[in-house]
Antibody
């Protein structure tokens, strides 16, 4: 079955960067776009952007345009999300997710805490 | 960017009740509207796609309707696991925005 396994929790200081990984299995990695969504504690879902694992093409929402980079390693079927210049407002759980027709698979989430 | 609003913000019902949740879009999203349920501490789970199609293994008590800008998720008879937060999302136009959510709580 499809699995998305994310890296573990991170604690960072303001101004630092964080990398979250998402290792996929159970399907052909290059077939479907991989998306990143975040959720601050007690808040709603915020879609950050997408990546085409086949071509490496990405699309980021305006809010993260200058700070986020989504990449992949097709040899290991792993996607990465790098977020730089962290602020306290970036404290959230970050999810990777793949939408296949009729279903949607999510990683378990990676908590990122930004604290001085 | 397409803005989604959901109502009510909180819905208080009892097990066995019928629940009706609404999602309204700032412009037409065609048929590309999905619903998720998120239990506390878990990732969201897809319930409905393209307005009215149940996702894999979703029980028949869930149904979706609507078109264009106004959509409804109906749960015919609430089970204990249905008390959670529900989000709609449009996938018609990038960025694929989410609604703010409706919290379904036990009365």
């Amino acid at each position: 079955q499809v699995q998305l396994v994310q890296s573990g929790a991170e604690v960072k200081k303001p101004g630092a960067s964080v990398r979250v990984s998402c290792k996929t299995s159970g399907y052909t990695f290059t077939t479907y776009h991989l998306n990143w969504v975040r959720q601050a504690t007690g808040q709603g879902l915020e879609w950050m952007g997408w990546m085409n694992p086949k071509t490496g093409t990405t699309g980021y929402i305006q809010k993260f345009q200058d700070r986020v980079t989504m990449t992949r390693d097709t040899s290991t079927s792993t996607a990465y999300m790098d977020l730089s210049s962290l602020t306290l407002d970036d404290t959230a759980v970050y999810y990777c997710t793949v939408n296949r027709y009729g279903t949607s698979d999510w990683g378990q989430g990676t908590p990122v805490t930004v604290s001085s | 960017e397409i803005v989604l609003t959901q109502s009510p913000g909180t819905l208080s019902l009892s097990p066995g009740d019928r629940a009706t949740l609404s999602c309204r879009a700032s412009q037409s999203v065609g048929p590309y509207l999905v619903w998720y349920r998120q239990k506390l501490g878990q990732a969201p789970r897809l319930l409905m796609y393209e307005v009215s199609n149940r996702a894999t293994d979703v029980p028949a008590r869930f149904s979706g309707s609507g078109s264009g800008t106004d959509f409804t998720l109906t749960i015919s008879s609430l089970e204990p696991e249905d008390f959670a937060v529900y989000y709609c999302q449009q996938r018609n136009q990038w960025p694929y925005t989410f609604g703010p959510g409706t919290k379904l709580e036990i009365k």
